[in-house]
């Protein structure tokens, strides 16, 4: 997809199709409260053009709902497609870069091959809709919603959107748009690369490809990459990382990628961490055959953080960073590790396996204290743990736990930048006691209940006194149902709330 950003009147814009936005004015509630659409735009010929299907109460500017005229009159555009918002009064940055990629993913099963976005206006002076922020999530969205996973089929249609175009309101400040737009570009480009390695099923991506794909990305925008397998896990004594390597012909991938801003010494080093299960059987302890399919996306967590790191790469955040993804493919085997097998994790710590399914944050573990001798001074992680998280959460929020109220506190403000949804669940010592193993230091499950908060003890085990995110993402890493604004399959969550957080140190 080609974008770029135009300053030219609206109405004189030749184009296959111009996208507007809409809200619904009503502030009334009950029965007699009509909607009351309007158009975010102060352009006349666009409000003439639309002025009697707005009138006529076929369309109501709900979220996403959109709208298609052919030969709008008086404009120079072929059709003019009307976007909804919702409700004028709760109109957000979020919801335009929803309304975007609805406008592309409307576009595309149509092979229309051009549109332009035309940046909302009118109600643009209310601090609600700030241009800027709008250019930067249209952006996002736009790239977002271009994304589809039929990479495989061979009747696929190339349907993509070729260009792009963003539309400023008049008397924008060119500067600070060119800016957020250029901003926009590389996150959604980055949300998109994590997707589209989310998508590869587990035959094409092995952890070895992982590692390969990760340093060609690094390549490409300058982070330095190393890429690590079987005798470095060895050397660094990763022995929860290995146990769940072991039952696999695949050897294992321990991915580092380092951000170093040139000139910078000192200050905090956040360490990223993500668990990439290429595929998850269960191993031993094997997993159902209903969905198992499924499991290619257990690596989420940590194509979340190449994506991030990617798009921390281009953005040149004043901050170091290293992102670490422990890849490795969870297999039944002669060599697999067993229920009640002991492991020793890189930190000294023993793990008694109580369920060889409950892999990540086994895989994690190391990452983590690895991170920590790298010199991270802050620690994220990003991983496909728990079903019950998915249970607790449903498929709306995602997990997030802390042991730093301060360091959560920036992930919080992050949220607020990316648009996306996490709640903080608790951590306790009542939680600790119950991954307390007779036999060694810890068990790597804690029974049926607060699955989710008991595999997140786990990992603050290995994150010491470090401070400490953890994002549970099972939930949220696919999309079930596809949604006016992206397609289903892999979503790509965790990608922009990360940058933002690296963003604010
Ligand atoms: N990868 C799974 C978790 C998962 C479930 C991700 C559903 C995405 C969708 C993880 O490795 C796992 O198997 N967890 C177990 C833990 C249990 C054995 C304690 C689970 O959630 O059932
Ligand atoms: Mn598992
Ligand atoms: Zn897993």
Same mark, same amino acid.
């Given at each position: 997809m080609r974008t770029e950003l135009s300053f030219a009147n609206l109405s004189q814009i030749k184009t296959e199709l111009l996208?507007? @936005?809409?809200?619904?004015?009503?502030?009334?509630?009950?029965?007699e409260a009509k909607p009351e659409p309007m158009l975010l735009t102060a352009d006349h010929a666009i409000q003439a053009a639309a002025a009697t299907v707005l009138g006529s109460?076929?369309?109501?500017?709900?979220?996403?709902?959109? @709208?298609?005229?052919?030969?709008?009159?008086? +404009?120079?555009?072929?059709?003019? +497609?009307?976007?909804?918002?919702?409700?004028?009064?709760?109109?957000?940055?979020h919801g335009v870069r929803h309304a975007a990629g609805t406008a592309v993913r409307f576009t595309k099963p149509r092979g229309i091959r051009e549109l332009v976005f035309a940046l909302p206006q009118a109600a643009a002076d209310s601090a609600q809709l700030p241009v800027e922020r709008c250019a930067r999530t249209a952006m996002e969205g736009a790239y977002v919603g271009d994304f589809d996973p039929d990479i495989y089929r061979s009747d696929r249609k190339d349907q993509s959107v070729q260009s792009f175009t963003l539309a400023a309101p008049p008397k924008a400040d060119r500067k600070a748009l060119e800016a957020a737009f250029a901003e926009g570009v590389i996150v959604g480009e980055s949300q998109n690369f994590t997707r589209s390695l989310v998508n590869e099923p587990g035959n094409k991506l092995?952890?070895?490809?992982?590692?390969?794909?990760?340093?060609?990305?690094?390549?490409?925008?300058?982070?330095?990459?190393?890429?690590?397998?079987?005798?470095?896990?060895?050397?660094?004594?990763?022995?929860? =990382?290995?146990?769940?390597?072991?039952?696999?012909?695949?050897?294992?991938?321990?991915?580092?990628?380092?951000?170093?801003?040139?000139?910078?010494?000192?200050?905090p080093v956040?360490?990223?961490?993500?668990?990439?299960?290429? =595929? !998850?059987?269960g191993g031993i302890s094997i997993k159902p055959a209903d969905k198992m399919e499924q499991m290619k996306y257990d690596m989420a967590g940590g194509a979340a953080m190449l994506g991030a790191m990617r798009a921390i790469a281009l953005l040149k955040p004043k901050v170091r960073v290293i992102g670490i993804v422990c890849a490795a493919e969870n297999m039944p085997d002669g060599k697999a590790q067993k229920p009640g097998d002991v492991q020793t994790a890189m930190s000294g710590k023993t793990i008694e396996i109580i369920n060889t399914d409950a892999e990540g944050r086994l895989?994690?573990? !190391?990452?983590?204290?690895?991170?920590?001798?790298?010199?991270?001074?802050? @620690?994220?992680?990003?991983?496909?743990?728990?079903?019950?998280?998915?249970?607790?959460?449903?498929?709306?929020?995602?997990?997030? =736990?802390?042991?730093? !109220?301060?360091?959560?506190?920036? =992930?919080?403000?992050?949220?607020?930048?990316?648009?996306?949804?996490?709640?903080?669940?608790?951590?306790?010592?009542?939680?600790a006691e119950m991954i307390k193993s007779d036999i060694g230091d810890i068990k790597n499950t804690g029974g049926r209940w607060g699955g989710a908060i008991t595999a997140a003890e786990f990992l603050k085990v290995f994150a010491e006194d470090t401070p400490w995110i953890h994002l549970d993402i099972a939930g949220m890493a696919w999309v079930e149902d596809s949604r006016p604004y992206i397609a289903k399959g892999p979503s790509g969550i965790a990608v922009r709330s990360i940058l933002e957080w690296v963003r604010s140190y």
């Open positions: 996208a507007v @936005l809409a809200a619904d004015a009503q502030t009334g509630k009950g029965p109460e076929e369309y109501k500017a709900g979220a996403n709902e959109a @709208l298609l005229l052919h030969a709008p009159a008086s +404009l120079a555009a072929k059709r003019l +497609l009307i976007v909804g918002l919702g409700k004028l009064a709760k109109v957000t940055a092995t952890p070895t490809i992982l590692g390969q794909r990760a340093a060609k990305m690094a390549a490409e925008v300058g982070l330095k990459a190393e890429v690590y397998s079987t005798e470095k896990l060895h050397e660094l004594k990763m022995g929860a =990382f290995w146990s769940v390597s072991q039952g696999s012909e695949e050897p294992p991938a321990l991915i580092v990628l380092r951000y170093e801003p040139e000139g910078l010494k000192g200050g956040l360490g990223l961490v993500g668990k990439g299960i290429t =595929f !998850d059987t895989v994690l573990a !190391d990452g983590l204290a690895y991170a920590r001798q790298l010199g991270a001074t802050h @620690l994220i992680d990003a991983a496909t743990l728990t079903g019950a998280c998915k249970v607790a959460l449903g498929m709306v929020n995602a997990g997030a =736990f802390s042991n730093d !109220d301060e360091t959560y506190g920036k =992930f919080e403000s992050a949220l607020e930048v990316s648009g996306e949804k996490f709640w903080r669940l608790p951590l306790g010592e009542e939680y």
